[in-house]
């Protein structure tokens, strides 16, 4: 049994990968695991993690509540508009009041969508990296468990308000001042090109939920596994004894709706790409003349359960986000710990102000007056 006078809990307040972390516990306990309370706030630390932020951030939850709200809004409202019709030259045609309305929001729109890309695709790389780093051993400072988890949902949740531009291309139709049929399709094109690559790199952060979920488990009593249940309890219980832990219940939602919205991303993007490349291909084949008067038909039909299910999945995430962040914070108070994520940084400042330009344009479009729709 280690003597209490003798140990140093210095080397546990960071840790690497779990594996060499749990040989630490041991070397530093004298393999007593009950003895983890004296170096409680390390470990603790070290394990749960006490907040990162530039992804937790108060900025940061700032910023991904407001980005699924604009576009939101934005669907939501072009939706319910009514569409502008073409008369018999072929000009679209409608209310003055509303024309302007709906021009004025789809050019919000348009410059949201550039302003969520660039979001998207900033944190989908920095989640790649603090990932990776802490998926393969190299470390896991400022990536504790919940943090960890955290930025699974900060991922998914980044690129739930893109599908709305990407996979509803129909809201803008007729309220853009440029109508070619070559631009719009083009414009489409790009906003789906820059969607596709944001996916692409939202896929390691899905692996890596996958993996954390579903994974084989390094705790239990089994071969291969590197520390028990009963000693793991007794890390646990040190731990949560005096915070109100995450229940099964919360984690099984966690990962429900975690799981069920990557799929839902993974499932429409694979299904357009599969369909852009077969237009491609096959462009004048009948097979494909009838689909796409089939996806006219039914287009306005699937705006609906899109309205529904991308705001249900990213107030599922944000619930998870701000739950963990609840949760870490009260382990971070128990412990004596600093809570970072009460900390402002300049990436929580850009989080928010990237979003403002949205504003800005929706103002000068009202006040500027628009070009008449041909």
């Keep these: 049994m280690a003597d209490l006078t003798l140990i140093s809990c210095s080397n546990l307040a960071s840790r690497t990968d779990f594996t060499g972390y749990v040989a630490a516990v041991r070397a530093t306990t004298g393999n007593n ?27 940061m939850i700032v910023g991904y509540v407001l980005g699924n709200a604009l576009g939101f809004f934005f669907a939501l409202t072009l939706f319910i508009l009514p569409h502008p019709y073409r008369s018999a030259d072929g000009k679209y045609c409608q209310k003055p009041s509303l024309k302007r309305l709906r021009y004025v929001l789809a050019q919000g729109c348009n410059c949201f969508y550039d302003s969520a890309i660039l979001v998207s695709f900033s944190i989908q790389i920095a989640s790649i990296v603090m990932l990776a780093r802490l998926d393969y051993g190299v470390s896991a400072n400022g990536m504790g468990d919940s943090t960890a988890k955290i930025t699974w949902a900060v991922s998914l949740l980044t690129m739930l308000p893109l599908m709305y531009v990407a996979y509803l291309p129909q809201l803008l139709q007729g309220s853009l001042s440029d109508q070619s049929s070559v631009n719009q399709t083009a414009k489409q094109e790009l906003r789906f090109g820059l969607f596709s690559i944001c996916w692409l790199f939202s896929l390691y952060p899905f692996y890596s939920k996958m993996v954390g979920y579903f994974g084989p488990s390094l705790i239990g009593n089994g071969e291969g596994q590197v520390i028990s249940d009963d000693e793991w309890n007794t890390i646990q219980a040190t731990c949560t004894s005096n915070v109100k832990g995450i229940s099964e219940q919360e984690l099984t939602a966690m990962q429900f709706f975690g799981v069920a919205g990557s799929l839902l991303l993974s499932l429409c993007t694979l ?3 599969i369909w852009l490349g077969v237009q491609r291909q096959h462009e004048n084949s009948k097979l494909v003349q009838r689909i796409r008067t089939y996806q006219l038909s039914i287009g306005p039909k699937l705006t609906v359960p899109f309205l529904v299910l991308l705001p249900v999945f990213a107030i599922s995430q944000i619930w998870t986000i701000l739950r ?25 400042i850009a989080a928010i102000s990237v979003f403002l330009p949205v504003l800005v344009e929706c103002c000068f479009r009202w006040a500027n007056g628009y070009e008449d729709i041909e």
């Design 271 to 273: 299904l357009k790409v």
């Design 33 to 59: 695991i009950s003895l983890v309370s004296e170096c409680k706030a390390e470990i603790c630390n070290a394990l749960w993690g006490s907040g990162n932020p530039d992804i937790s951030g108060i900025g």
């Design 324 to 348: 963990l962040r609840q949760f870490q914070a009260s382990i971070s108070k128990d412990t004596g710990n600093q809570n970072l994520d009460y900390q402002w940084s300049f990436g929580q």
